[in-house]
């Protein structure tokens, strides 16, 4: 199985004609889920052909601006669209107010409905969960109360193997036990194996959104063994005291959580507008760790098992 991440926008504060505040679609098990919803984030879905439609989830971290000045235009289009399917909206408590307030100054009476889930509490807590995957919000260390995403499919069934199956003339019936895990009685009451028919089926996979936040290693039980880690590195390690004062973290601070979180690969992004080029925040992580990518608008990041 696999799971695609686009990135529309990593970068931190004001947005300008090159650089996108945070947002970015990530596609499991066939679900789109938006997360973070900055300034022009609705443009950023037509540039690189998302569909609307498709987005029935969006996880909001936090309430600056750069995360979430996009989601009343969004909210907005899905109307003038003529929306039908419910909404729902993931984020720290306060947005339902300002979203509501918008909608009833401008006289917006929604085509659909908008279920908030507003989060609270210094806990992990299990806010989605379907016949495929979970999603659980992460308390992070900001300035503000601030919530990251971990995205986990669900353990699928063994794997068929077919040639065992007709060999020994399985019924179709018995196919759902064996893919349970369970033996094999034949018609002379043999029982055989579930290793005969079945092998292993490949480890679910999983995706962790940690931005904004300061370094916390606080997370990484909560977060152990991602396949990939988005993790902000609003600044170079020669800003480590800017990176406390403001609650970020720098390259080398996510790399610690990557590290101690065993995540498979990790991906940075949320970067300061004074780092015109990026590869900077590349060349630093790399000193430490290997699997290691840079967050570029448009670019979709594609994991695999
Ligand atoms: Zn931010
Ligand atoms: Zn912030």
């Not at 419910?86 to 720290?92: A, F, K």
């Not at 880690?229 to 959580?257: C, N, P, R, W």
Request: proline share 3%.
């Amino acid at each position: 199985m696999s799971f695609t991440l686009k990135i529309l926008g990593c970068s931190s504060a004001t947005p300008t004609t090159k650089a996108h505040p945070s947002a970015q679609i990530l596609n499991m098990e066939e679900k789109l889920f938006l997360i973070d919803c900055g300034e022009g984030t609705q443009v950023q879905l037509r540039k690189y052909k998302v569909r609307f439609s498709k987005i029935d989830h969006i996880f909001i971290s936090h309430l600056h601006g750069d995360h979430f000045f996009g989601l009343i235009g969004l909210v907005s289009s899905f109307h003038t669209l003529n929306r039908g399917k419910d909404l729902h909206i993931y984020s720290p408590k306060g947005l339902k107010e300002i979203i509501i307030t918008q909608l009833k100054i401008t006289k917006t009476q929604l085509s659909y409905y908008i279920h908030f889930h507003e989060l609270k509490g210094n806990e992990p807590i299990l806010i989605h969960d379907d016949k495929k995957l979970t999603v659980t919000a992460i308390p992070l260390k900001h300035r503000i109360k601030t919530f990251g995403y971990l995205f986990e499919e669900k353990q699928k069934e063994r794997k068929l193997n077919m040639d065992a199956v007709l060999n020994h003339e399985v019924e179709v019936c018995d196919y759902r036990g064996l893919k349970l895990g369970k033996d094999y009685t034949d018609n002379n009451g043999n029982v055989i194996d579930n290793s005969v028919f079945t092998s292993n089926p490949s480890a679910p996979l999983k995706y962790a959104y940690c931005s904004d936040t300061a370094y916390y290693p606080e997370i990484t039980k909560w977060i152990k063994g991602v396949d990939l880690l988005y993790h902000e590195s609003t600044f170079l390690d020669e800003l480590k005291e800017l990176a406390i004062k403001t609650g970020h973290s720098t390259v080398k601070d996510a790399v610690l959580i990557a590290k101690e979180a065993e995540a498979k690969n990790l991906l940075l992004g949320h970067f300061s507008a004074r780092y015109p080029n990026r590869e900077v925040f590349l060349e630093e992580a790399k000193l430490y760790f290997n699997n290691v990518e840079i967050s570029e608008k448009g670019k979709d990041f594609i994991y695999n098992n």
